[in-house]
């Protein structure tokens, strides 16, 4: 059994900056990539990041410039940095960890205020 625990979400102000993490635990080994997706009301879940094993990075075009991700292999984290925070970043962020298959974390609420 694979445990995600998300955790960094809350509510910030236009400009500011959050940072998630994704812990993983359990009967997870060899994890492959990791990463962010995110989910706005009304619309549907889209990808924010992602990251290899080998360290190569993805980033959606709306997030370039403002977001890094980033892992640290040793504690089966992943790390979302969001800076200059807009109101449209406003969604339910959720990590996916790839390890033989997928497994999501139960998301975390990220309200950016104008």
């Known amino acids: 059994q694979v445990q995600l625990v998300e955790s960094g979400g809350g509510l910030v102000q236009a400009g500011g900056s959050l940072r998630l993490s994704c812990t993983a635990s359990?009967?997870?080994?060899?994890?492959?990539?990791m990463g962010w997706y995110r989910q706005a009301p009304g619309k549907q879940r889209e990808l924010v990041a992602t990251?290899?094993?080998?360290?190569?990075?993805n980033y959606a075009d709306s997030v370039k410039g403002r977001f890094t991700i980033s892992r640290d292999n040793g504690k089966n984290t992943v790390y979302l940095q969001m800076n200059s925070l807009k109101a449209e970043d406003t969604a339910v962020y959720c990590c996916?960890?790839?390890?033989?298959?997928?497994?999501w974390g139960q998301g975390t609420q990220v309200t950016v205020s104008s």
């Open positions: 996916l960890v790839v390890s033989g298959q997928g497994y």
């Open positions: 359990g009967s997870i080994f060899s994890i492959n990539a």
């Open positions: 990251i290899t094993s080998g360290g190569s990075t």
